[in-house]
């Protein structure tokens, strides 16, 4: 009972999916040194093109966004060439792929980017996590600097480029990392975001950042190739605030006006529950944003095809049973059952 996931799906005018299946985003640490995505990487996404629409691994858009090792990058020659690689063999299997850009912001740690010769960690506000890199507990979270007007256009001038590269390195599209407690997400949040300028405080200023960085990026590749992921629900590097509430309820109409490739929502089990959303975060979204939603977070296919035919959002993205399973796709088609999913798994690209 999984038919509907196999209907294909007309994004807009430019990009329409054989199947309902979005492969979600997941880090994998596998870069080299350079942060240049490896053959081995290509083969590894080669290998899902049977997905709908793969969206990449989290790709920082220059160093100060690195908060895990070896994450790819897009910001030097031989990293967009490195994704040729990728965007070729995944496009030689017939497949689409978006590139999902990234800056961690107050979750990024300067031992990534020593060579730099810069110390600072950039963030809205002066608002730091506790604890540390995962598997690297040596590095504990600092304090970020609270970033100043002029850094911010400059990010915002760095995430188009970084789409401009995607797009040059053969990608179908952008999905911008609005989510799960990284730079965005920390304008969107009063937990992260304590200024007083016209980023903070009102729902307006702090739906700014946000804003400028998707108008930006849709001038850049257009609103065909811009995807957007979001948390309304605070559950990771983040904690949650009622107010945060206001702040979505003016952001995601802001967003349906921009007519996006479509509206991922950031979570890892979509059954949780948020007071201040009176819910799920995909229920919230759905009852305020009208056009096309992609849903996520612990679901199996049946589970999923059942949530699209009730309605509650229009495409599946799958994330760790992608990780255990290169063939998802062929084998919920063909009704096979899947290898189940370990952490063990993150050490090897299967
Ligand atoms: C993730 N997730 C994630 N999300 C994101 O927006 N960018 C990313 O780079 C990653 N990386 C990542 C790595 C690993 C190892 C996991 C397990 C998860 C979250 C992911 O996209 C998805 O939302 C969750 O995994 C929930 O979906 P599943 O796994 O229950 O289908
Ligand atoms: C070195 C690992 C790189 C990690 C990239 C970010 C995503 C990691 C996800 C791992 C699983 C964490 C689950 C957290 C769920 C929080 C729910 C409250």
């Known amino acids: 009972m999984t038919a509907n996931l196999f209907q294909t799906y007309v994004l807009n005018k430019t990009l329409s999916l054989k199947n309902r299946i979005l492969m979600a985003p997941l880090t994998r640490c596998v870069a080299d040194d350079e942060l240049v995505p490896t053959q081995d990487m290509a083969d590894y ?12 691994e989290a790709v920082i858009i220059r160093p100060d966004g690195q908060g895990y090792p070896n994450t790819p990058g897009i910001f030097t020659p031989a990293q967009i060439d490195g994704w040729r690689t990728v965007t070729d063999a995944v496009h030689a299997n017939a497949g689409k792929i978006f590139a999902q850009l990234w800056h961690t912001g107050r979750v990024a740690h300067p031992h990534f980017y020593q060579a730099t010769g810069s110390q600072d960690v950039m963030a809205p506000s ?15 979270y600092q304090i970020p600097k609270a970033i100043t007007v002029e850094e ?23 999905e911008i990392h609005g989510a799960n407690g990284y730079l965005i997400d920390q304008f969107l949040h009063h937990d992260s975001n304590r200024r007083s300028d016209e980023y903070g405080q009102t729902p307006e200023n702090m739906s700014r950042f946000a804003l400028e960085v998707l108008d930006a990026i849709v001038a850049r590749i257009g609103n065909d190739r811009t995807a957007l992921r979001i948390s309304p629900g605070a559950y990771f590097n983040m904690a949650g605030d009622s107010r945060d509430r206001a702040v979505f309820d003016y952001l995601i109409p802001e967003i349906e006006q921009r007519d996006l490739a479509f509206l991922h929502i950031g979570i890892f089990d979509d059954a949780m529950e948020f007071d201040y959303l009176g819910g799920r975060a995909s229920s919230y979204v759905r009852s305020i944003y009208n056009k096309t939603l992609v849903g996520v977070g612990s679901f199996t296919a049946e589970a999923g095809s059942q949530a699209i035919a009730d309605d509650k959002f229009d495409l599946l993205a799958i994330g760790r049973p992608f990780i255990a399973n290169p063939d998802y796709v062929e084998r919920v088609r063909d009704g096979k059952d899947l290898v189940e999913y370990s952490d063990e798994m993150l050490t090897s690209l299967v």
Do not use: H, K, W
């Open 152 to 174: 911010i256009a400059q990010l915002v001038s760095d995430y188009s480029q970084a789409a401009a590269n995607a797009i040059d390195a053969g990608f179908d599209g952008v």
């Open 45 to 56: 996404y080669g290998r899902r093109a049977e997905a709908g629409l793969i969206i990449s």
């Open 126 to 140: 002066a608002v730091g996590i506790e604890g540390s890199v995962p598997r690297m507990r040596e590095l504990t």
